[in-house]
Every structure is written in structure tokens, then in C-alpha cells.
């Protein structure tokens, strides 16, 4: 039987680390508190190994949370980091965000059950990308691609407090960079209208361009010749439309946009095909033969009859291993299987479940299972897009 996981909890108001300790006395992972950033450091240097996540607070006396959870990080890079803060709107929570010293963050006050589901899902989503049989085909990757200097340059500006003109300049430096920006910001979800690189930025957001900046970069990368259903432009043209498709439905269901740290979530979540089709290049010409022969035919089905593994599980290791957000890699993951992510993301991965299957549809697509009823049960979506899902399915 596997030791339980140890959490530690980062509050300087010791009425939040009371309430802690009652939601999670009987969780069954081992919880320690500290209320200060300081004492949390001090603790997780007696003994680094047995921790598997901090959850920490932002806004405390001496040491914040940012820096508190951006020394864990560079010291400890392995134990998850979350926020739980009540400061979600200030610039430095999406600053570390956008840095990686956290994975992902819960606003207080908190429901004791959405903070559990949150701490399940992280832990299932680590347990996940460490399966034997994924490993294996890692593995079988001689060098995993690494980002380019122009990523870890914008990175470094954002980290630095840089003026957001001086980061566009450098990203003016690099055309598939701008080109990519702009065709985010001038789809169907922005709609920004613009020609203009630095309105664009300014116009989606930090933590959207540094998504797409990533996402340019990764396709970068990853670049290879085409093959049949596996090509670079057409799995770029495909996120972006689903991107837009699902900030639609969204703003259409709760009346307001995506939050920032989603805005971006279906620009990467196929990023596993890329990876296949540069490293995998004789499994991807059987698939699509076989595909070619018979529509009927999942590709998905062929990705783990031939790896043992899918282009989601490759691309959601890669995500996380790249220290992107934690809604980016869960997207990816469970972007074909949605209701087994975690219930505080279940209803945005169902909706880009449903906004993939409906730009495939539109694009041609006739291998298409049918949309499960679960999953549409997930989530309040209008009318009009409900009649062209029972659509695609007649």
C-alpha cells in the first residue's frame, strides 16, 4: 500500500489553516501548516522528498506567496504548487502563473468540496502522466524537445516587470510569432479587428499571448512534413477554431468572457500529434492508412492499438513537463474523455470535447463518434449549437 500524499498548507491567518485542517483531517493525505512563507521553506528543507504539494496564500507579511512559492519551485521544482488565494484579480497571481511557480489557483473563500476535487485532480492528473506504459514511449524519444530562447526571453521580460511595448518588440522580431498572435486575436472569440501586433497583445491579454507564444514555439519545435490526417497547419488552424468556438459558448452560457487563465485552452490541446508526427512518423503512415481505407475507423483507437498510449496523454506529459498551467495540461489529457477530469475544470474540458467534435464535423470529418449525452449533461450549451450536435449525429 503507497504512503498517503503530504500537503502543506502556506497562511498567515491561522483561522484559514484551522478551516484547512478541518476539510481536509479526513482526506486521507498528510497535511502540515506554516504561517509564513519563511517557516514554510524551513519545513520543506528538513526533508524535501516527502512533500507532493504546497498550497499556499499570496498576500502575507514578510515573504508573499509569490516569492515564497517561486523559491519552492526553483529548490523543489517536483512538489506541485497551487494558489488559494483571495487576491485572484491582482497582476502578481497571474504573474506566477504565467512563470510557473503555481499550477493553478482557487480564489478564497473556497467550498470545501472544490478545493478536494482540485487537490484529486492534480494528484490524478501527476499520477496519469507517470503511467508505466506512457513512460515507456517517452522514453523511446531520444531528446524531448525544448522551447525555443524566444519563449524563455518573453518569459524573463514578464518576470522582470518589462514594459509591455518592449515585449512586443521582440515577439515583432520573430513573423510566425506575429502571425499567429494576430490570427488569435482577429478569430471568431477576440475579434479585436486589428493589424496592429501591440493592440492585439494588449487587446487578449499577458496570459493568452504567452500562451500563443508558447504554442508557436511548440509548433516550431515540433515541425515536420505532413502526413494524411497529421499536419502542422491543419492542427494549428484546428485549435484556433476551437479556441474560438469555445469562448463563444461560454461567454453565450455565463454571459462574460473566459477567464484569463483559460482564455488559451484549445490552442494546445492537440499538441500530442505534433509529437507523433515528428517522432512517431511509421505509426502515424499505418494509421492513416488504415483510416484512408476504412472512415469508419478511430484514429484514436489506431494511437493506442499501435503505442499503447494516445496523442493526449503524449501531449498532456509534454505540457506539464514544459511547466504549463495546470487547465492547459488537463485540457489536453481530457480533451477525448472529459468527464474524467476533475469537476472544477469538468465543464470547460466539455466544452472544448464539444467544440473539437464540432469543428471536426464541420471540417469534414466522417469518422466522428456520437457526442455521449453525459457529456452534453455537463454543461448548459445554447440551442443553436445543441441542434448541430444532434446534427452531426444523425
Not at 453565450?252 to 505534433?274: F, Q, R
Amino acid at each position: 500500500m503507497s504512503s498517503p500524499r503530504q500537503i502543506l498548507f502556506v497562511d498567515d491567518e491561522r483561522s484559514v489553516l484551522r478551516s484547512l485542517r478541518r476539510v481536509f483531517i479526513h482526506s486521507g493525505y498528510k497535511i502540515y501548516f506554516a504561517d509564513t512563507g519563511e517557516l514554510g521553506l524551513k519545513i520543506l528543507a528538513v526533508d524535501p522528498e516527502r512533500f507532493d504539494m504546497v498550497v499556499s496564500d499570496m498576500r502575507m507579511p514578510g515573504m508573499d506567496g509569490y516569492t515564497f512559492l517561486a523559491e519552492v519551485k526553483r529548490l523543489y521544482p517536483r512538489i506541485i504548487r497551487l494558489i488559494l488565494s483571495g487576491y485572484v484579480e491582482e497582476s502578481y497571481v497571474y504573474k506566477a502563473l504565467i512563470e510557473g511557480a503555481a499550477k493553478t489557483y482557487l480564489a478564497k473563500p473556497w467550498e470545501a468540496r472544490e478545493l478536494l476535487d482540485l487537490v484529486d485532480g492534480l494528484f490524478q492528473v501527476e499520477d496519469t502522466l507517470n503511467d508505466l506504459k506512457l513512460l515507456e514511449v517517452i522514453n523511446t524519444i531520444d531528446h524531448l524537445p525544448t522551447l525555443p530562447e524566444i519563449y524563455h526571453q518573453v518569459m524573463e521580460m514578464i518576470g522582470a516587470d518589462a514594459d509591455f511595448g518592449k515585449i512586443v518588440e521582440i515577439l515583432e522580431q520573430d513573423p510566425a510569432i506575429t502571425a499567429k498572435v494576430l490570427q488569435v486575436a482577429n478569430s471568431a472569440f477576440f475579434k479585436s479587428g486589428t493589424a496592429s501586433l501591440k493592440r492585439a497583445a494588449v487587446f487578449i491579454g499577458m496570459m493568452t499571448l504567452k500562451d500563443i507564444v508558447a504554442g508557436s514555439a511548440v509548433f516550431h519545435v515540433l515541425d515536420a512534413p505532413a502526413q494524411g490526417l497529421y499536419s502542422p497547419v491543419v492542427i494549428w488552424e484546428h485549435a484556433v477554431a476551437c479556441n474560438a468556438l469555445v469562448g463563444e459558448m461560454y461567454e453565450m452560457i455565463h454571459d462574460e468572457k473566459l477567464p484569463e487563465d483559460l482564455a488559451s485552452v484549445g490552442l494546445l490541446h492537440n499538441i500530442g500529434l505534433l509529437v507523433l508526427l515528428k517522432f512517431f512518423p511509421e505509426q502515424v503512415k499505418k494509421i492513416n492508412d488504415l483510416c484512408s481505407h476504412d472512415q469508419t475507423i478511430d484514429p484514436l483507437a489506431c494511437e493506442r492499438e499501435l503505442l499503447g498510449v494516445d496523442h493526449a496523454r503524449i501531449g498532456a506529459y509534454l505540457l506539464d513537463w514544459w511547466n504549463m498551467p495546470y487547465p492547459l495540461v488537463e485540457a489536453a489529457l481530457y480533451h477525448h474523455e472529459p468527464l474524467a477530469a476533475a469537476p472544477g475544470n469538468r465543464e470547460i474540458v466539455c466544452l472544448l470535447h464539444v467544440a473539437d467534435h464540432l469543428v471536426r464535423a464541420r471540417e469534414g470529418d466522417f469518422s466522428l463518434p456520437p457526442l455521449a449525452p453525459e457529456i452534453l449533461a455537463q454543461v448548459e450549451l445554447p440551442e443553436r449549437f445543441r441542434q448541430e450536435c444532434r446534427l452531426t449525429t444523425n
